[in-house]
């Protein structure tokens, strides 16, 4: 299992659905609305895309998922 980092999207999408690329890293839409996100992910080529819903708060977490 990898772990990625996100923490650095919360600035600009907080309170937004991010698309990500197949290297989960790279964004390829965002919007308020998931319909939207996915639309331009589509857009773009990639027809069912990672999708996340960044956070409005930073919120500290400990624990293992």
């Known amino acids: ?3 990625i980092d996100w ?3 919360h600035p600009k999408y907080a309170g937004k659905w991010v698309a990500f690329a197949d ?4 964004v ?3 919007a308020k609305t998931l319909p939207v996100t996915i ?3 589509q857009k773009k ?4 895309p990672l999708v ?3 956070p409005r708060e930073m ?6 998922v």
Do not use: N, R
């Not at 290297?23 to 790279?26: C, L």
């Not at 919120?59 to 293992?64: I, R």
């Open 39 to 41: 639309k331009q992910a």
């Open 28 to 30: 390829i839409g965002s």
């Open 59 to 64: 919120l500290p977490y400990v624990g293992a």
């Open 7 to 9: 923490t650095h999207l």
């Open 45 to 48: 080529g990639h027809q069912s």
């Open 23 to 26: 290297d989960e890293k790279t």
């Open 52 to 54: 996340f819903k960044v």
């Open 1 to 3: 299992m990898k772990v």
